[in-house]
């Protein structure tokens, strides 16, 4: 028996948490507006909140203003590594890869492992044999590196080589904070939280990691509980930063767990923000939704690209806090 729709169908989308500079608002901006419109058609029409999540990073992975799918950051041996997590908390089912060169779509992929696999996480060349397998066609991986980003990794590198290395070009410690952020064109993660009608959640992220990361480094965007997490019982939540601090302290399962136990979502989020400085000096954003559609938005970095749509209309926004 179809559950009764009682429930505001309610989408937030993030485009990562970084010192977005001025000239790169209104792409931003933009960005997250169109990944609401289509994902809140879905759950507006009566579709599903995974449906919903999946479609709104589809569009930002597509988007090269975002650090996500076509237009990533590189690897330090100049090659798009891609890593995506997806998770519906009405199943309690999440599908995850990491480390992908050959798929445009990691959410789609990872959207696959949650459906047709035993299984919830594939890596590499398995992943992306999985995916085929499962009708996703394979592309060069060329074909998602930019010119712009073979210009950044090249510059990084310099700066590495001369000794001149900040944190922001490292690739390995935090380039999203105020007193670490520069004013270089940059991008971040992505993600999306969605309530459906009928009173389900689900949850996805996806990114290219960090400018000159090391081959088969995986950050916090596609671990389960870390980046991504949704459960119809507590919250779903995407977070997006500097990922290795993220992951040490789980953070996405911490805010969800604040949720449940009953502190609303909109404190949860900002409380699990200061865990993430307090406890290790992490900077990053994160959005929250609980079962009852109430919602947070936080972050501790300059600013964060974020958005939700609900009945009652849409609002996007450079600050959350």
């Not at 949850?203 to 000159?212: F, P, R």
């Not at 979502?265 to 990053?284: D, V």
Request: charged share 20%; proline share 5%; aromatic share 6%.
């Amino acid at each position: 028996m179809t559950r009764p729709a009682t429930h505001d169908p309610t989408l937030l989308v993030h485009g990562g948490a970084w010192a977005i500079p001025a000239d790169a608002a209104d792409d931003h901006l933009n960005g997250v507006r169109r990944a609401l419109e289509i994902g809140h058609e879905i759950v507006a029409r009566g579709g599903s909140a995974i449906d919903a999540v999946e479609a709104a990073v589809t569009v930002m992975e597509d988007d090269p203003t975002f650090d996500a799918g076509r237009g990533s950051f590189l690897t330090s041996n100049g090659r798009v590594q891609l890593d995506a997590l997806i998770m519906d908390g009405a199943r309690m089912k999440a599908g995850g890869v990491a480390c992908v060169e050959r798929l445009r779509n990691p959410i789609k992929a990872a959207r696959l492992v949650l459906e047709k696999s035993p299984h919830v996480y594939f890596v590499g060349t398995g992943a992306e044999e999985f995916a085929q397998a499962n009708g996703m066609p394979l592309i060069d991986n060329s074909e998602l590196v930019l010119d712009r980003e073979i210009k950044r990794l090249a510059e990084a590198q310099a700066r590495a080589a001369s000794g001149l290395a900040d944190n922001s070009f490292s690739g390995i410690q935090d380039d999203k904070g105020p007193e670490t952020a520069i004013s270089f064109d940059s991008h971040d993660t992505v993600g999306a939280v969605a309530l459906d009608a009928y009173g389900n959640l689900a949850a996805a992220t996806s990114t290219g990691g960090t400018l000159n990361k090391t081959p088969g480094r995986v950050g916090d965007s596609s671990l389960i509980g870390c980046g991504c997490y949704a459960d119809n019982l507590s919250a779903a939540v995407s977070l997006t930063g500097w990922g290795e601090p993220i992951m040490k302290l789980v953070l996405g399962k911490w805010a969800t767990d604040r949720a449940a136990a009953g502190t609303p979502p909109e404190l949860a989020a900002r409380e699990a923000i200061a865990y993430l400085y307090n406890r290790l000096g992490g900077h990053g954003g994160i959005i929250l939704i609980g079962p009852d559609g109430r919602f947070g938005f936080a972050h501790n970095t300059p600013a964060m690209a974020w958005g939700v749509a609900t009945p009652g209309g849409m609002q996007v926004g450079l600050k959350a806090s």
